[in-house]
């Protein structure tokens, strides 16, 4: 009897549809992965425990190239994408000697040639049970219907029988990957399909990782192997290294959470501010004062400006109107075109102007956005005095809008260069060191 | 050049011969209302004062200098503190009409007069943050008329003094009164505590534009648009509390220009009162005058185009004035030329080359001793290189203005002409004290 192990091909990668063929022989089986955190079953009442999956044998027979490529770096539990099952093995040893002359399942292979549906929707098709025992009453196992040879097994989780890892092409070291196992048999069928627990994030590692380890899941076996990942990852900088690994352990030590430690790069960083070494001196501390206030001030200012402006256009309104006024006052002498319009609060310096405007008139004026009556007004036609005045105070609240900015601009500068001139100086003195001056 | 080896003749020039140099801001002459400062010593800009928005009538130095009085056609007059920097260096004073000019109390630098475009003159007093503004009348104090009683005038009379209005008003030398102009060519004296006006004198039938004072405030110059400069003599009797009646303000001399009957543009004193300076209008010259003597010193020519301001530097003998065209600056000064002579004793400077006949004992050896101990005797003394002697006339201990080191520049630099003609910007240097820093003012 030949064994023949089955050669199938490896399972594809589980996120790309298109399965990978390295078949050998006839058919391939896709197994498909998808991570779950099921534990196998295992088989209940055996009674050779030992040669059952998990126990290491030593005999390791050539094993298949093995199972689907690493696909560990997308987080998301990926489902399976396709699955282009063939039935395998069954009719394809056809010199498989069979008890009871039953061959095994003649089931037509079912050659899928079109792109596969989805797994759940597979209908389970019937399948003639496996004979269980040979003719001298030994338990038979696995696709080869073999009994027990010692040879390394993993149970399947749906029907309960033991495949030899040749046979169905699971190495046995990966036999920790495998998280659910379904044989061909029950996948065909529906029962379910294989699944694999993530791998170790280091390339060479085979173990799986610790998903359920709390209170954070881990992308590796151990945490050596974290530790040794990360080292490969700032040993393999192309470039020159940005920076070494002492500097990136204070950085990453100094974060509390990944989300920070990605904002790490957006800022300069400031010296600590419990620093022992940083001394201000007393006329800086003064000089900061008086930006601050004379930034208030400007503050203040620039609503008195904005105020005379709006007075200023309501002004225009109010002219207009009077002008109505007269032309429709029989007394009134010829009225021209329009009147002059000048108002004399414009004369009110800065003091008697706040005032004004905290005063019940004032605010009166301001909520309405209307100025009533003509007192103060210059009702002349032609004006010569006041000649223009209108585009003048236009252009003068623009002048000052502009000074207040350019200042507060100086302000601003002026005060990032004592705080500058202060954080280096801390500095310095954190390298340096200071010198006390004795008294 | 060290003074002493100087040619003194040369230093004893009062007056300007030739230009000398130009200055340039780059909105000098267009009307925008910037205050440039610029500083004598290197002819650098020294500040930059923005604050009005239409063009600079006048501009006026307090004693020290450290105060500075600006009047613009936007309707404001603005003291300027050069001491600090930001927001309180400017006090703004708001009228209801163009300010002509202002003039800081020579004491007091919290108050100053200015006459308004068609309006009343005023003093204000800017100790405290509102502004006092004490009005006074521009209608002349006509002398009392034999047989009525003091203050009754004649009606017609009051109608027409009614209509005057004030051009330019002055401080004299002690601040104690103020002298007006008015534009039907009369002077008034004003009492600045009073504020009543004391005397009144008819100057001319035209319009008064100008009044200027010398330092020691016994002159006084009136340009008027009757084209001609008078210069008119203060008595000494003008203190506090004099009686009105009794002054009497005589001119001394006419300046006219008889050849061409030019009108005058500006006119000022040197910093002695010897001299008088005027710019022409439509004309490229400045004429020099002797002030005692009324004659015609100098007539100072340079740049091929109409001259506004002119002014004369307080202490030396410096002249500038604003070019209405281009708006530049010229500064004409005395020149001195280098005398190769001074610089070691045994030097003469020669007309043409001589034959030299040595001494008889020109070229004997001499003792080594005898040489080197000559030498060593007069390499003995002290060379003083550290006191710097006073420019006469200057104070000892004025204020001086601050640097300020971060000064934005000024604007483009391109060629701006000038769109007016009657209103020229305001050329001043420094009047009165002020230390090795002197300081050129142009609005």
């Known amino acids: ?439 | 050049m060290n003074l002493s080896l100087l040619d003194p003749f040369t230093l004893a020039q009062d007056y300007p011969e030739s230009l000398s140099s130009e200055l340039r801001s780059g909105h000098s002459t267009c009307l925008d209302g910037t205050v440039v400062l610029f500083d004598v010593e290197t002819n650098g800009l020294a500040r930059y004062l923005r604050g009005h928005v239409r063009q600079i009538q006048s501009l006026s130095w307090s004693q020290d200098g450290r105060y500075l009085a600006s009047a613009s056609q936007d309707f404001k007059v603005i003291v300027w503190d050069l001491s600090k920097n930001g927001e309180a260096s400017a006090r703004t004073v708001r009228f209801n009409a163009p300010v002509y000019c202002a003039e800081l109390h020579p004491l007091n630098p919290n108050l100053f007069v200015c006459a308004l475009f068609e309006d009343t003159p005023y003093l204000v007093d800017i100790t405290d943050p509102i502004p006092k503004k004490y009005p006074f009348s521009s209608a002349p104090k006509r002398p009392t008329i034999p047989g009525a009683e003091e203050g009754e005038i004649d009606e017609k009379r009051a109608a027409a003094d009614a209509k005057h209005l004030t051009t330019v008003a002055v401080f004299t030398v002690s601040g104690e009164h103020i002298i007006t102009g008015t534009n039907k060519g009369w002077a008034n004296i004003v009492s600045t505590r009073t504020r009543e006006t004391i005397h009144s004198t008819r100057i001319t039938s035209g319009c008064i534009t100008y009044i200027r004072l010398t330092t020691s405030g016994r002159n006084m110059v009136v340009n008027s648009n009757d084209r001609v400069l008078r210069s008119i003599h203060i008595p000494d009797t003008l203190r506090e509390g004099v009686n009105g009646n009794e002054i009497k303000l005589e001119v001394e001399h006419k300046f006219q220009d008889v050849v061409n009957r030019l009108l005058w543009n500006h006119c000022t004193f040197s910093g002695n009162g010897d001299y008088l300076t005027a710019s022409t209008f439509k004309n490229h010259d400045i004429y020099i005058w002797e002030r005692s003597m009324g004659s015609l010193v100098k007539i100072l020519e340079g740049p091929k185009e109409e001259l506004g301001t002119v002014e004369w530097h307080p202490t030396r003998p410096l002249v500038a004035a604003a070019g209405l065209e281009s708006g530049k600056i010229f500064i004409w000064a005395t020149s001195n030329p280098q005398r190769w002579s001074a610089l070691a004793p045994d030097f003469r400077e020669l007309e043409e080359n001589i034959e030299y006949q040595e001494r008889e004992d020109e070229f004997d050896i001499h003792p080594k001793e005898d040489v080197t101990k000559r030498r060593l005797h007069l390499e003995n003394e002290d060379v003083d290189v550290r006191t710097i002697e006073p420019v006469r006339g200057e104070l000892e201990d004025s204020w001086t203005m601050p640097v300020v080191l971060d000064l934005e520049d000024t604007e483009s630099e391109e060629e701006v002409t000038v769109a007016g003609r009657r209103k020229s910007p305001a050329v001043e240097k420094e009047k009165r004290g002020g230390r090795a820093r002197k300081r050129k003012v142009d609005g």
């Open chain 1, 1 to 439: 009897m030949v064994q023949e192990g089955l050669r199938s091909s490896p399972p594809a990668a589980s996120a790309s549809p298109p399965p990978s063929t390295v078949s050998q022989n006839l058919k391939d089986v896709v197994v498909t992965t998808s991570i779950t955190t099921k534990s196998k079953k295992r088989p209940s009442t055996k009674n050779v425990p030992a040669k059952k999956k998990g126990i290491a044998k030593p005999q390791k027979k050539k094993r298949k190239v093995d199972v689907e490529e690493d696909d560990l770096e997308s987080e998301i539990p990926v489902r399976p994408a396709a699955s282009s099952r063939k039935k395998k093995g069954l009719a394809s040893n056809p010199s498989h000697a069979q008890v009871n002359g039953q061959r095994p399942a003649s089931i037509p292979p079912r050659r899928e040639t079109e792109s596969p549906p989805p797994t759940k929707s597979l209908p389970p098709l019937p399948l003639s049970p496996l004979p269980k025992y040979n003719a001298e009453g030994m338990e038979l196992y696995c696709v080869c219907r073999k009994p027990d040879s010692g040879k390394w097994m993993i149970g399947c989780d749906g029907c309960e029988d033991w495949f030899h890892g040749e046979c169905i092409n699971v190495a046995e070291k990966d036999g920790d990957l495998i998280d659910k196992y379904f044989c061909p048999r029950c996948e065909v069928s529906g029962h379910g399909i294989t699944t694999w627990k993530r791998k170790c994030r280091l390339p060479v590692c085979r173990r799986p990782a610790q998903v359920d380890k709390r209170p954070k899941p881990s992308k590796y076996c151990c945490d050596e192997h974290g530790v040794q990942f990360f080292k490969l990852q700032t040993a393999a900088q192309s470039s020159r290294p940005a920076i070494s690994s002492s500097e990136l352990a204070v950085v990453a030590n100094g974060v509390s959470s990944a989300a920070e430690f990605r904002r790490i790069g957006y800022r300069m960083p400031t010296p600590p501010l419990s620093d022992e070494n940083f001394r201000d001196y007393p006329e800086e501390i003064e000089r900061l004062v008086a930006i601050a206030k004379e930034r208030e001030s400007l503050k203040n200012q620039r609503h008195l400006v904005e105020d005379r402006r709006r007075y200023l256009e309501w002004t225009h309104q109010r002219a207009k109107r009077i002008h109505e006024e007269l032309k429709a006052d029989p007394e009134a002498r010829n009225v021209g075109k329009e009147i002059c319009g000048y108002d004399e609060r414009f004369a009110l310096g800065e003091v008697e102007w706040a005032a004004w405007r905290n005063s019940d008139e004032g605010k009166e004026v301001f909520k309405e956005e209307r100025i009533p009556g003509r007192e103060g007004v210059c009702l002349k036609k032609k004006c010569e005095k006041h000649g223009l005045w209108r585009p003048l105070f236009m252009e003068e609240a623009q002048l000052h809008e502009r000074l207040h900015q350019e200042r507060l601009v100086q302000l601003r500068q002026e005060e990032k260069k004592i705080k500058e001139r202060q954080k280096r100086r801390s500095v310095r003195d954190n390298r340096e060191g200071t010198v006390e001056k004795l008294k």
